[in-house]
């Protein structure tokens, strides 16, 4: 009897042992999935750097935050290209990084690294370029649940005097994947996910007003009629920071703000995520555009959304 109870406490034992292990797995798991406030603020410092600012006349610049780029996501494991174009015969480049996990289809990920004018640009578009960052970590960690390849880009050139032009990095990217459309699930384009506000701050383009939230404290995404599910699994994904969608036809003025409408030229379904820009952030194109002003934590919320979104 007493050798009997031995084994039954014995196996009992074992039992809890292994359920133990499994919950600290699970719970591992969850946690390489969550987005860390402190990778964040350290991504936007190397980005914002200490001084030089990283606009179109300062290629100097720009080819320091690239080269930071392609080492950072190195770390990651994830190998990253240059895309290198000449205007006006200055060279620029984008950084092209892939995921690969042998899958048929792939997402695209992507953000602009540089500024307007002089300025630090924490918002437009450091943040931006810091979530892409913090979710190809995450994403590196949870390969083994991805079915799709994942790219990776960082554009150049989207600034004035460039924008809505064939200069664009994300025109020149945009135009090497054409090929490829039928095998690109969506792109998601991260312009601006710093700034927020509980205040009634929030304004819009004409006739918007009375559809949308007056308050400044949600994240939008921004699509046209074709792309509207990846917004809407976007906003699905969302747990903790509210999510507006804009669906609208791309010949819509203001749609096309950014770099993601590039794709919708060559009919590759794209999604903007933003915090709204110069609708809510009076600090647009300014010098007060820094780092202080962004909330890092509802950051970190949008990355993780976009981190379920992927994975689903």
């Known amino acids: 009897m007493k050798r009997k109870k031995f084994f039954k406490i014995g196996w009992v034992g ?11 797995s699970q719970a591992n798991s969850a946690i390489s999935q969550q ?8 991504y936007l410092q190397q980005i914002i750097g200490t001084g030089s600012f990283r606009n179109h006349q300062n290629t100097a610049e720009l080819n320091r935050v690239s080269a930071w780029i392609k080492e950072q996501m190195r770390l990651f494991g994830i190998p990253c290209q240059f ?16 995921l690969n996990v042998g899958g048929a289809e792939k997402v695209i990920v992507g953000a602009h690294y540089d500024v307007f004018g002089e300025v ?21 960690q949870e390969k083994s649940h991805l079915s799709h390849n994942v790219e990776f880009t960082f554009y150049t050139l989207e600034e004035p005097p460039y924008t809505n032009t064939e200069y664009m990095g994300s025109y020149v990217h945009a135009k090497s994947v054409q090929a490829q459309r039928d095998k690109i699930r969506g792109v998601y384009m991260l312009e601006m996910i710093g700034y927020y506000d509980a205040a009634l701050v929030q304004e819009y383009p004409v006739g918007l007003k009375w559809i949308y939230p007056s308050h400044g404290n949600f994240i939008a995404a921004v699509s046209d ?16 920071l509210e999510c507006q969608r804009l669906v609208a036809p791309s010949f819509t003025p203001g749609l096309n703000f950014s770099s993601h409408s590039n794709y919708w030229n060559y009919d590759i379904p794209a999604i903007m995520l933003t915090d709204t820009a110069f609708y809510r952030n ?31």
């Not at 895309?83 to 015969?89: A, E, F, G, S, W």
């Open 14 to 24: 074992l039992l809890m042992v292994a359920i133990s292990v499994a919950t600290q």
């Open 83 to 98: 895309q290198n174009y000449i205007v006006n015969r200055q060279n620029y480049r984008n950084v092209v990084c892939s």
């Open 282 to 312: 009076k600090n647009y194109h300014t010098t007060a555009d820094r780092l202080k002003t962004l909330n890092l934590e509802k950051m970190t919320q949008v990355i993780d959304g976009l981190v379920q979104t992927i994975l689903k």
């Open 225 to 240: 009629i074709d792309s509207r599910g990846l917004g809407e699994r976007f906003c699905a994904a969302m747990q903790q």
């Open 120 to 140: 630090q640009g924490a918002d437009d578009n450091a943040s931006g370029v810091a979530g892409v960052i913090e979710t190809a970590r995450i994403l590196s």
């Open 35 to 42: 987005a860390d406030v402190q990778n964040v603020q350290l």
